[in-house]
T-cell receptor, first 116, second 111 residues
Framework: AQTVTQSQPEMSVQEAETVTLSCTYD???????LFWYKQPPSRQMILVIR??????QNATENRFSVNFQKAAKSFSLKISDSQLGDTAMYFC?????????????FGKGTLLTVNP | DGGITQSPKYLFRKEGQNVTLSCEQN?????MYWYRQDPGQGLRLIYY???????QKGDIAEGYSVSREKKESFPLTVTSAQKNPTAFYLC??????????FGPGTRLTVL
């Protein structure tokens, strides 16, 4: 079974600064996907970024980038130029590639507050 | 606009009652999922379905039931056997292994 650990229950950052959210996972699988989802106060889950484990290059989406360390089983999210709208709960999630289902395993989340 | 709808947004249940949460998608996705979210917890999988007329239990299926009679619809019934049903429920769908798209959620409260 896979587990996903987010060790920072809460974080805060000043507007325009950079913040990094941590995520580690445990799996015996070689092929998998990792995701960061954002849940703002509206509670709508929104995909922020996706990483395929077979890709060595770290994924980036505008101000969001990841640091994927496969050997260390680490998948951190960096948010650059933080904006007030980035205030949300952020969830790291794991999905095994292949097999019979597309199950996501989530961490418990990190509540990020961006301060003006 | 394509998307996932969940209804109602808020639902109140008396103890001993069954209630059904609706989830509809017009994204033509084959797979659909139900998650439960509690304070301080991540999302936990209740049930999932990869094809019409087929579904599987997730990690916390006890006290819940589902059906998948149509591709677009995946209703979740919270039965009286669920001892602690007060939670936020999220429905999701996907077309392939990868991104899951989520609905806006239903907040269920037991009175």
């Amino acid at each position: 079974a896979q587990t996903v650990t987010q060790s920072q229950p809460e974080m805060s950052v000043q507007e325009a600064e950079t913040v990094t959210l941590s995520c580690t996972y445990d799996t015996s699988e070689s092929n998998y996907y990792l995701f960061w989802y954002k849940q703002p106060p509206s509670r709508q889950m929104i995909l922020v970024i996706r990483q395929e484990a077979y890709k060595q290059q770290n994924a980036t989406e505008n101000r969001f980038s990841v640091n994927f360390q496969k050997a260390a089983k680490s998948f951190s999210l960096k948010i650059s130029d933080s904006q007030l709208g980035d205030t949300a709960m952020y969830f790291c999630a794991f999905m095994k590639q292949g097999g019979s289902n597309y199950k996501l395993t989530f961490g418990k989340g990190t509540l990020l507050t961006v301060n003006p | 606009d394509g998307g996932i709808t969940q209804s109602p947004k808020y639902l109140f249940r008396k103890e001993g009652q069954n209630v059904t949460l609706s989830c509809e998608q017009n994204l033509n996705h084959d797979a659909m999922y139900w998650y439960r979210q509690d304070p301080g917890q991540g999302l936990r999988l209740i049930y999932y379905s990869q094809i019409v007329n087929d579904f599987q239990k997730g990690d916390i299926a006890e006290g819940y039931s589902v059906s998948r009679e149509k591709k677009e619809s995946f209703p979740l019934t919270v039965t009286s056997a669920q001892k602690n049903p007060t939670a936020f429920y999220l429905c999701a769908s996907s077309i392939w292994v990868g991104e899951q798209f989520f609905g806006p959620g239903t907040r269920l409260t037991v009175l």
